[in-house]
Nanobody, 121 residues
Framework: QVQLVESGGGLVQPGGFLRLSCAASGNIFRIIAMGWYRRAPGKERDLVATITSGGSTNYADSVKGRFTISRDNDKNTVYLQMNSLKPEDTAVYYC???????????????WGQGTLVTVSS
């Protein structure tokens, strides 16, 4: 059993900043990659940023230069620092992890429940 716990969402004004956190827990043999996705009102869920166990990152074009993804391997936690926020960043943000389970010895894709980010003046 692997679970993701997200935190850090909320209401912020345009130009402001937020830092999202996602902690993975359970019997994890290895984390292959973690990332953030978002679903804006009336739209499908899209990739925001990902980071592999080796530190390789990938960002959506819409957030490059404004968002930074990072991880703390000791805490099995991934972060998303969001700066210069825009109203179009308003969405439910979901944490994602691709792991090898230490319990069932299989590859798992795990999703968090989502945290709402609202950018409005």
């Amino acid at each position: 059993q692997v679970q993701l716990v997200e935190s850090g969402g909320g209401l912020v004004q345009p130009g402001g900043f937020l830092r999202l956190s996602c902690a993975a827990s359970g019997n994890i043999f290895r984390i292959i990659a973690m990332g953030w996705y978002r679903r804006a009102p009336g739209k499908e869920r899209d990739l925001v940023a990902t980071i592999t166990s080796g530190g390789s990152t990938n960002y959506a074009d819409s957030v490059k230069g404004r968002f930074t993804i990072s991880r703390d391997n000791d805490k099995n936690t991934v972060y998303l620092q969001m700066n210069s926020l825009k109203p179009e960043d308003t969405a439910v943000y979901y944490c994602n992890a691709n792991v090898i389970s230490g319990t069932i010895q299989k590859y798992l894709e795990v999703w968090g429940q989502g945290t709402l980010v609202t950018v409005s003046s």
